[in-house]
């Protein structure tokens, strides 16, 4: 390859978030939009070579030293993530078009931070060494933590805080594996390598493959986030703007689930199978947890936030049940509650925009004053409760058919999440859509949906019905992971992969 098309998709909004260091007040928003919209070009183009067969990888020393590379490389898990991103982005800007300054931060430095943000989290989901990896994956707490204390509620600053301490404390957990990985590459090659292809080869003793694995598996259950360190991600998503909490859990978070796979079972695979059984254990109580929470939640923005907990832990199951079915659910688990979960957060973003508050018993009869508003509301919550026909619904199902391949108990434990699902959104629904309409839905809901807003939710809509009806556009994409994940921890499906990937 003469163009290194890896390393030009995250330098084009590492790019814009410099341009926009310039005074250009008036214009900020149209350029971060230009370069958003310019990165998403590439990210297709990367899209279409890849699954035309070109093999996208580059490597180039960058700290011989310590055995480490400027190495990035696309697979199928890596693309779906990175083509989530870079949809998701452009998203947010245009449905933060209108947010104000806050004190000295200006909207011009939150366009800044998030294309920065996207920048470090495309070569988080690319970078093929650990060490290039671990600091990537530090880095975008950087300008998550500014967007978040920046921008949102009164108590924003303590969310920041607290959603920084969380996720450094897991990034030293993790940093302590790093360098052990450094030492046995060390001591087992002659010199020390974090490139993923040589340390796959590590025979690593027992006992200390099991601890270095749990210094990853710690920091992506923080990120994750999962019962019992999720308590930063309520808190957060309740104080951040909608958008911002848009880019923490769509993007952010699937760090953790990206993590699992790609690091914990690909490097640690005896270890993997180790711990399975407490992850499933933890991974039901996230489950039923994380929808019991929802349901008792009285803030939308915290209700939102308690149903990705129970999410993640659906992902989290498919990993653990080791199988491919399950496997291929959890990654296009990612990516569907990437695409439901901004559409709830930015519908809601709009409903508050009206009514100034997030509480629902401050909401009533809105489907009569705005009822496209409503629609989307109604799609985007019945695409969180995994209704078929909608995208959710399959990656659901497949991480419920490759759990009951292998563990039918626990199957059967994990679909009261579904069941709950339905109670918490319906619930929500109901509360704040139906019903006489209220003095103050009848004060502040005097507009529906104006053509930006629509612009705002069509695209999300689209994804989660196309995905819905035609699952195997990422299907077929994933299937190589994941064979090649099975391939690694060594262990061979109960029964036949269901529908053989989707083909």
Partial sequence: M???WLT???????????????????????????????????????????????????????????GAWWALNLDGMGLVMVLLTVILVPVVLLAEWKLEGIGRWTPQAFVALVLLLESLSVYTFLAADVLLFYLFFEATLIPMYFLIGGFGGPQRARAATKFLLFSLAGGLVMLISVIGLYAYSLRIFGTPSYLLADLVKLALPTDVGRWLMLGFLIAFIVKAPMVPVHTWLPTATEQATPGTSVLLVGILDKIGTFGMIKFCLGLFPEASAWVAPAMVVLALISIIYGAVAAIGSSDLLRLIAYTSVSHFGFMV?????????????SIFYMLNHGFSTAALFLVVGMLIAR??????????????????????????GLSGLALPGLS????????????WSRQ????????????????????????????????ATAT?????????????????????????????????????????????????????????EAK
Avoid: C
């Avoid at 199951?317 to 659910?329: A, E, N, P, Q, V």
């Avoid at 695209?459 to 699952?471: C, D, Q, R, S």
């Fill in 392 to 403: 959710s619904f399959v990656s659901e199902f497949m991480v419920m058919a490759g759990t």
């Fill in 8 to 66: 030009l998709l995250g330098l084009v909004p590492l790019v814009g978030a410099g341009a926009l260091l310039l005074p250009i007040k008036e214009l900020a928003r149209y350029l971060g939009m230009f370069f958003a919209l310019l990165t998403a070009a590439v990210g297709v183009g990367v899209a279409v070579m890849h699954t035309s067969g070109v093999a996208l990888a580059e490597q180039a020393a960058w700290m011989p030293a310590f």
């Fill in 317 to 329: 199951l498919g990993i653990y049940t080791f199988t491919s079915t399950g496997i291929s659910g």
């Fill in 355 to 380: 009514r100034g508050s997030s509480r629902v018993s401050d909401f009533g009869g809105v489907d009569k004053a705005t009822p496209v508003l409503s629609g989307f509301f109604l799609v985007a």
């Fill in 408 to 439: 039918p108990v626990i199957a059967a434990i994990s679909t009261l999440g579904t069941v709950l699902a339905a109670v918490y959104i319906l619930l929500m629904y109901q509360r704040t859509m139906t019903g006489p309409v209220t003095e």
């Fill in 2 to 4: 003469t163009i290194p």
């Fill in 444 to 500: 502040h809901f005097t507009a529906d949906a104006s053509f930006r807003e629509k612009w705002v939710a069509a695209p999300l809509i689209a994804a989660v019905l196309l995905l819905g009806f035609v699952p195997s556009l990422a299907l077929n994409v994933i299937a190589p992971t994941t064979q090649q994940t099975m391939s690694q921890i060594g262990i061979s499906d109960p029964v036949a992969p269901l529908g053989e």
